[in-house]
């Protein structure tokens, strides 16, 4: 686990249907994360996000909210 949130890692997909759950784009991992406040051990951090004060809003990118 990381103590790192999903939002800030480069695989971050968005929201999964409201959250809290959230889509992940790397291979290796579920394709929603049931815990996205924590990330998990493949948690690669994005450039610039130390930049953004928290979360991203809600409703994730309709390409992965169809
Ligand atoms: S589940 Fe892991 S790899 Fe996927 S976005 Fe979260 S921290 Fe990144």
Redesign the pocket.
Known sequence: M?A?P?WH?????GWAWGGPH?F???P??PKV?AS?AT??????RAPGVDDEAGPPPYPPPAELNP
């Open positions: 990381s790192a999903c890692c480069i695989s971050w997909g959230s992940c784009r790397d290796r991992c994360q996205p990330g998990c051990c493949s948690f690669e």
